[in-house]
């Protein structure tokens, strides 16, 4: 089983940087630094990198045995959410905000996860939802310090449930990250 303990910030150039093998996780998988999974292959690895560091599709990690690998995001279930309006998005993008839900910002869109209460409360709000299957990269938390850097998708990754001071003071059924 090969380790991979860390991320190699190296530019994208062709022939830069040779990549030998592709590890492809959804959202759920790439916010985790601690992961028994497998390269595309069906290589076994460990994936143990410092905590609070997020994945996204492109980055490239280094190996215990010197390879590179490659972060692929898997496309996912998804709802993509379009409005009218900058305002009517703006609208929706709050109340998903006000729900802690990890949300990929895009020109004109949004992107969440596939949830049928969500899906209703958007079209409530007069927002066009179509079930889609992509890649998620959603918007990266604002005061956690998460890794980030961008990608074509524009998106960023949200960390959920905590507040500027770090508080947890919404309680809305959702999985939250508690470091009291």
Known sequence: ???????????????????????????????RSRLKTALVSGEAV????????????????????????????????????QCRTPAELAVAAYHLGNRHV?????DGFLRIAADHVLEAL????????????????PEAGAYLGAHHH???????????????AGDDDHEHGNRHHHEH
């Open 1 to 31: 089983m090969i380790e991979i303990k860390a991320r190699l910030e190296a530019e994208r150039a062709p022939g830069r940087v040779e990549v030998k093998g592709r590890l492809q996780l959804p959202f759920e998988q790439r916010q």
């Open 102 to 106: 990890p949300v990929q910002v895009g």
């Open 122 to 137: 958007l079209k409530g709000l007069n927002a066009s939802v179509t079930p889609i299957e992509a890649p998620f990269e």
């Open 46 to 81: 460990a994936l143990m990198l410092p905590r609070g560091e997020i994945l996204r599709g492109g980055d490239l990690l280094l190996a215990s045995d010197g390879r590179v690998i490659e972060v692929v995001a898997e496309p996912e279930k998804l709802l993509h959410v």
């Open 150 to 164: 961008s990608h074509s998708q524009g998106g960023r990754i949200h960390e959920y449930g905590r507040d500027e």
